[in-house]
């Protein structure tokens, strides 16, 4: 998912504001013990996320796919104190790792944690959200797009991770390749949806930004 140069990413990096000490220590605890720790957001995308947060300044906003909780420590460092992260997350063996750090960050005011199926558990959280995080399963893309939708408020933003998927969007899709095509159709289907506007930045794996307009 690195398409810029190696050099080119160190200067990024060096030019961009600091890692958090935390957020350090949860990015080497995630590679040292959790498998596919590239799922991670990682330093640049993870200030990205919070300037994101710190602009748009939800006061509810859904997270879909907690992982070890980097993505949303990010995003409640740039909200206020009063707003609240929803993040919710299947694997129940990383929900001990995301407690620990959440309590370390003094986040637990701000960070509600959801485990299970997150198509089940949206429908039960009875919040009008500001900002919602996609970063699950590729193959239910369209559907949490399609379920949070009339959750969130016009003007509200719907942001989704990896959709550039590694480049294969623009390569011939392999056989039984179910993930490049969910992410495939999600991208298309943002991209015709008359009742938002949006940007695919590129990056690291591809962010979509989402604007509702209705």
């Known amino acids: 998912m690195d398409f810029l140069p190696e050099a080119l990413e160190n200067y990024i990096a060096l030019h961009t504001s600091a890692e958090p000490e935390l957020l350090r220590k949860l990015n080497r605890e995630t590679h040292a013990s959790v498998l596919m720790p590239q799922m991670l957001s990682g330093h640049v995308q993870g200030r990205f996320l919070k300037m994101l947060a710190a602009m748009i300044n939800p006061v509810q906003m859904l997270e879909i796919g907690t992982f070890t909780g980097y993505s949303c420590l990010c995003f409640a460092e740039g909200m206020k104190e009063e707003a609240t992260v929803h993040t919710i997350d299947i694997n129940e063996e990383r929900s001990s790792l995301v407690s620990r750090y959440i309590k370390e960050a003094g986040a637990g005011r701000k960070i509600k944690t959801y485990t299970g199926d ?46 550039l998927w590694s480049g294969k969007v623009v390569e011939k899709i392999m056989k039984k390749d179910e993930e490049t095509e969910a992410i495939k159709e999600f991208n298309d289907f943002i991209t015709k949806d008359s009742r938002v506007e949006n940007v695919l930045v590129p990056m690291r794996d591809g962010i979509m930004i989402v604007r509702k307009l209705i």
Not at 124 to 136: N, Q, S
């Open 118 to 163: 997150a198509l089940t558990i949206i429908p039960v959280i009875h919040e009008v959200f500001d900002m919602v995080f996609i970063d699950a399963d590729k193959k239910n893309y369209l559907n949490y797009y399609n379920l949070v939708f009339n959750k969130v408020r016009k003007g509200g933003y719907i942001i989704a991770d990896n959709v």
